[in-house]
């Protein structure tokens, strides 16, 4: 198992611009979320999903979009990227109370909008 | 002071039983999470429930809110073995960028 996938590992942006970031797990785990880590802080949730076609807004949910089409895929979209975005965004995935019991994180996307 | 506090500190059931866990803070909030850690490992996000929700499920999981009384609770339905656990709640504590956790309650279902 590949486990948590992200790409891409570095993005440089100009303010306005769009882009995806890419996460993808083979676990087969029907909750999956994107959290961003700015300097000094905790972990935020952005958005959540607890399964394919089921998304929800997490803690700071402006400024982006999430879609859950399949169970294995969840991009999180930047509509119109802000320099306040630059941050480092991880997806992470773990069993819906299940016996599993470890959330698995994906390594990293790091974003810098300018 | 702590902005999240959970009670009880400790709780012990036999599966298949519920488990109540309840959380108070102390300033407004724009949403309340729930998070459970197993014994080294990283946190788990369970569920997150906003200012303008009172209830809200996911699978096993019930989670009130009562902004009036700034408290939250987290019921567990039919427990199993494996959901013994710490359990936090976490605010936002008043729309700040920072996520406060509250000390845990530490959950133990006996098979």
């Known amino acids: 198992n590949a486990g948590v996938t992200q790409t891409p590992k570095f993005q440089v942006l100009k303010t306005g611009q769009s882009m995806t970031l890419q996460c993808a797990q083979d676990?087969?785990?029907?909750?999956m979320s994107w959290y961003r880590q700015d300097p000094g802080m905790g972990l935020r949730l952005i958005h959540y999903?607890?399964?394919?076609?089921?998304?929800d807004q997490g803690e700071v949910p402006n400024g982006y979009n999430v879609s859950r089409s399949t169970t294995e895929d969840f991009p999180l979209r930047l509509l119109s990227a802000a320099p306040s975005q630059t941050s480092v965004y991880f997806c992470?995935?773990?069993?819906?109370?299940?016996?599993?019991?470890?959330?698995?994180f994906g390594p990293g996307t790091r974003l810098l909008v300018l | 002071s702590q902005q999240g506090e959970e009670d009880p500190q400790a709780l012990s059931i036999q599966e298949g039983e519920n488990a109540t866990m309840n959380c108070s803070y102390k300033?407004?909030?724009?949403?309340l999470q729930w998070y459970r850690q197993n014994s080294g490992r990283g946190l788990v996000h369970l569920i997150l429930i906003r200012s303008n929700e009172r209830e809200k499920h996911s699978g096993r999981l019930r989670v009130t809110l009562d902004t009036s009384k700034k408290s939250s609770s987290l019921l567990i339905t039919a427990s199993r073995a494996a959901d013994t656990a710490s359990y936090f709640c976490?605010?936002?504590?008043?729309?700040?960028?920072?996520?406060?956790f509250g000390k845990g309650t530490k959950l133990t279902v006996n098979p």
């Open positions: 676990m087969n785990h029907e909750y």
């Open positions: 976490a605010t936002d504590a008043g729309g700040s960028e920072k996520l406060v």
């Open positions: 999903s607890v399964g394919a076609g089921i998304t």
């Open positions: 992470a995935s773990t069993l819906l109370a299940g016996d599993q019991e470890t959330q698995y």
């Open positions: 300033t407004s909030i724009n949403n």
